[in-house]
Nanobody, 123 residues
């Protein structure tokens, strides 16, 4: 059984930082590209960042480039999202996802999802 568990969300002031973690189990984590997505009420889940299975390639949505960093530790079966210079518009539920293929910006192409962690940025 594949399980993804996000952690690290919370309430932070604008300009602050958070690091999200996503721990995976039940699969060969190192074979999967991983992505982070976010969702606010009434909106579709949107792409934030993705990383290849090896960690050598990454991709970011334009609004988070230079502020967020995705990384992974295959020995720990964990993917991270370091979020700096947070803005109120970053407030959302953040989800990690895994895909047994090259990473994608399309949420529909991911095979497994975590339950999400809330990030709230106050102004």
């Amino acid at each position: 059984q594949v399980v993804l568990v996000e952690s690290g969300g919370g309430l932070v002031q604008a300009g602050g930082s958070l690091r999200l973690s996503c721990a995976a189990s039940g699969w060969t984590f190192s074979s999967y590209a991983m992505g982070w997505f976010r969702q606010t009420p009434g909106k579709e889940r949107e792409f934030v960042a993705a990383i290849s299975w090896s960690g050598r390639a990454t991709d970011y949505e334009d609004s988070v480039k230079g502020r967020f960093t995705i990384s992974r530790d295959n020995a720990k079966n964990t993917v991270y999202l370091q979020m700096n210079s947070l803005k109120p518009e970053d407030t959302a539920v953040y989800y990690c996802a895994g895909r047994l293929a090259a990473w994608s910006r399309a949420a529909s192409r991911y095979d497994y999802w975590g339950q999400g962690t809330q990030v709230t940025v106050s102004s």
